[in-house]
């Protein structure tokens, strides 16, 4: 059960706005990354948020992946996303694509600060 959970909290993004609001084209683009970082996607969904008196509702994508999951949710009235990337390397290390398909992501939306971490996944030893 080893792995990789990269996470990043977005702030002050730059990218056109449609990339915070529109769940079905940031869904599209978020499967885009996952074929072009070599990983293999086995369901997705996408969900959008009512507006509220603060502003545009903001968006959800998830990526199920064989390898484990992409999730993004967006904060527009904040200009703000989160990022999780999670692949296990049981079989394979697929941490460099993690890594890839982060930065593809963080380079979508265009933060002017980007607070990213690694964790490593899977510490216990067999039972």
Known sequence: MQGLHLTADMSHCQ???AWLTDATRLLERCVREVH?????VVN?????????EHGPGGVTATVLLAESHLCVHTWPEQAGVTV???VCNFGADHSAKAHAL???LIALFEPQKALRQALQRGGLAAA
């Open 102 to 104: 982060m930065d593809a």
């Open 15 to 17: 990218c056109e706005f």
């Open 44 to 52: 997705q969904l996408a969900h959008s948020f009512p507006e509220t």
């Open 36 to 40: 072009a970082a070599d990983l293999q």
């Open 84 to 86: 999780d990337v999670y």
